[in-house]
Nanobody
Framework: VQLQASGGGLVQPGGSLRLSCTASGSIGTIIGMSWYRQPPGKQRRLVAVITNDDVINIADSVKGRFTISRDTAKNTVYLQMNNLKPEDTAVYYC??????????????WGQGTQVTVSS
């Protein structure tokens, strides 16, 4: 399974960005797709997750500003980020967990995309 993330960049405070992450390869059944972020010098933490039955969890720090969604047909997860703040600056990573066509569970990470919020 390969993950390709895109959509990061430099944005001013109050701006918006949308991140995308597409899974390809021997995907089988996806159980959940999620976004994590890792600010400079800090640990990687969960931002949002969406399961295959559309259960969603959003971190309190971004609730009301970030939205996670998915396109099942495209095996793609999105993170819509609005009203961005400087403290949202981080490398954002997508993650997918599931079961391949042979019944083996997997958990993969994307390559990370930089989001910088600065005036």
């Amino acid at each position: 399974v390969q993950l390709q993330a895109s959509g990061g960049g430099l944005v001013q405070p109050g701006g918006s960005l949308r991140l995308s992450c597409t899974a390809s390869g021997s995907i089988g059944t996806i159980i959940g797709m999620s976004w994590y972020r890792q600010p400079p010098g800090k640990q990687r933490r969960l931002v949002a997750v969406i399961t295959n039955d559309d259960v969603i969890n959003i971190a309190d720090s971004v609730k009301g500003r970030f939205t996670i969604s998915r396109d099942t047909a495209k095996n793609t997860v999105y993170l819509q980020m609005n009203n961005l703040k400087p403290e949202d600056t981080a490398v954002y990573y997508c993650n997918v967990d599931g079961e391949d066509p042979w019944g083996t569970e997997y958990d993969y990470w994307g390559q990370g995309t930089q989001v910088t919020v600065s005036s």
